[in-house]
């Protein structure tokens, strides 16, 4: 496209741009690292997540401020005006995505309190390399503005969320097995919902992808896979031992 | 081809929603041996603000004063196509082009009242046309349309003081006046605010919005908010030729037309 006549309002729209790459790249490398900190029982490289949290907050508020004089100075009209909402919401995703692995960082210490079997703890690190995958994407569709691309994020959130109904459930078949994993399970809980909403935020982004580049919504909003509302104690008490075991 | 095609029959859909009050087919417009205009087919919606857009020299002002012909005080003026008002053809030889200027009035760039009396810039045109029988009628008419332009409460004191000695903004708005005193039935108007403060502006704004009950307004605007604010469709003409007509929400949100989008954008201008 070409650029802007005045090129200090090109200036401006591409340095908002390039914070929103720039908090992605850092919103991923946080959840990456925060989830290896749970892995590798890492206290200081969880605290370095709780740390880095906050430049990502920074981040947010100064893309928030720049936008909002953009659009008074210049009053942009479609797809500028687009860009600009659109990096206001992706960047309150981003910074969501940062709060989220900030929290997973928090429970580090408290998961390695208590002894878990290792199994678990490996579904909660292929549940975050699928959420990475997501983030990684959608990051790659907003640098190329592919918008496609951002469709095919959203549709393969479902893969996440079956995930995590999978998690979910062996965790409380873990905890109804020894009420002693009860702490560092509902750690693990709360560790794997957390990575599940980053994948719904990955997908918010794939939305804003979308409306940026066509300037119309996604069609409706996919089926979720998400099914743990629905499972009740009984259901895990009544599956056949083993069943849920992968 | 394919692509004016699809322009035109976007256009046309768009405004069949409400009833055309003005159809223009393959309207052109040559200044002597340069071509102005190539071919304009526009339909201006009954009652509703429709905004012409397109930067300097895209051929927006002369399609406007095509729609009253205005074009035939330049010699070197020389229209073709159809233009009908109602279905009828506003160029055929038979038309009173002094009726047609009632039927169609205008409002232009710079207010431009005449050295007289506020009272008798608007009586002006009622005298003229004979659209009254005594005093009292004409003074309702001039009430009245002082009052639809938003100006009453301000002159009603003052009456038989000079109109020039008014503001910008109710200069303009005495403008408006004079061009509903004569009853018509479109208004074109001709960047009506770009020698106004932004006070003034609003002002002028709400009052076009007010108007649209009763009149079928066409305005040429420079500014792009303007459009986005006052009308509800929208015509952007680049180089002579509509680029593309539609609703003015989706024209400035996400228009189909790149020459559209790089304009109002401020990729070029």
């Known amino acids: 496209m070409a650029e802007h006549i005045v090129s200090s309002y090109e200036d401006e729209l591409r340095y908002i741009v390039r914070r929103i790459s720039e908090m992605g790249g850092q919103a991923e490398r946080m959840v990456e690292q925060a989830v290896n900190a749970l892995m590798r029982s890492d206290w200081g490289l969880a605290q370095s997540v709780v740390a880095d949290d906050l430049l990502l907050d920074a981040a947010q508020r100064e893309i928030d401020e720049r936008a909002i004089k953009t659009i008074a100075k210049r009053q942009p009209m479609a797809i500028d005006l687009r860009e600009i909402v659109g990096a206001i919401r992706i960047s309150n995703d981003l910074e969501r995505i940062g709060d989220l692995a900030k929290n997973i960082a928090k429970r580090v210490i408290a998961v390695h309190e208590h002894s878990q079997p290792m199994q678990l703890v490996r579904g909660i690190e292929h549940l975050s390399e699928l959420a990475l995958v997501q983030l990684k994407e959608v990051l790659d569709a907003y640098g190329t503005r592919d918008h496609k691309r951002a469709l095919a994020v959203r549709d393969s959130d479902d893969g996440i969320d079956a995930m995590y109904t999978s998690i979910f459930r062996e965790l409380l078949t873990y905890m109804m097995e020894d009420p002693r994993n009860i702490t560092a399970c509902t750690h693990l809980l709360f560790t794997a919902k957390n990575i599940e909403r980053i994948g719904d935020h990955a997908t918010n982004i794939a939305e804003t992808i979308y409306y940026i580049k066509t300037g119309e919504q996604m069609e409706v909003e996919r089926p979720k896979d998400d099914q743990t509302p629905s499972i009740a104690q009984t259901d895990v008490t009544m599956a056949p031992p083993g069943s849920m075991e992968n | ?269």
């Open chain 2, 1 to 269: 081809m394919e692509n004016i095609q699809a322009t035109l029959n976007r256009g046309q859909a768009v405004q069949s929603a409400k009833p055309i009050k003005m159809k223009s087919q393959d309207v052109t417009v040559h200044y002597g041996s340069k071509q102005a205009l190539n071919g304009i087919t526009l339909d201006i919606p009954e009652r509703q603000v429709t905004a012409l857009i397109g930067p300097s020299g895209c051929g927006k002002s002369t399609y406007l004063r095509c729609l009253n012909r205005m074009n035939d005080t330049i010699d070197s003026a020389s229209v073709g196509g159809k233009i009908t008002l109602d279905g009828e053809d506003i160029y055929d030889p038979a038309i009173d082009v002094v009726e047609l200027r009632a039927r169609v009035g205008m409002v232009f760039q710079k207010p431009n009242p005449f050295p007289k009396s506020i009272y008798e810039n608007v009586a002006y045109g009622p005298k003229i046309h004979g659209l009254s029988r005594n005093k009292q009628e004409l003074d309702e008419i001039v009430h009245t349309s002082l009052k639809k332009a938003g100006l009453y409460n301000e002159v009603k004191d003052r009456l038989d003081e000079p109109g020039t000695g008014l503001s910008g903004g109710q200069q303009q708005r005495l403008c408006i006046a004079r061009a509903i005193a004569v009853s018509p039935e479109v208004i074109l108007m001709d960047e009506p605010c770009s020698a106004l403060d932004p006070i003034a502006t609003a002002t002028v704004e709400e009052l076009i919005d007010e108007l649209r009950e009763n009149f079928t307004i066409v305005i040429v605007t420079h500014s792009m908010q303007q459009a986005a604010r006052v009308s509800q469709i929208t015509a952007m003409f680049h180089l002579g030729d509509l680029a593309e007509v539609g609703p003015t929400e989706k024209m400035f949100s996400n228009p189909d037309d790149k020459r559209t989008q790089d304009y109002i954008t401020g990729r070029f201008g």
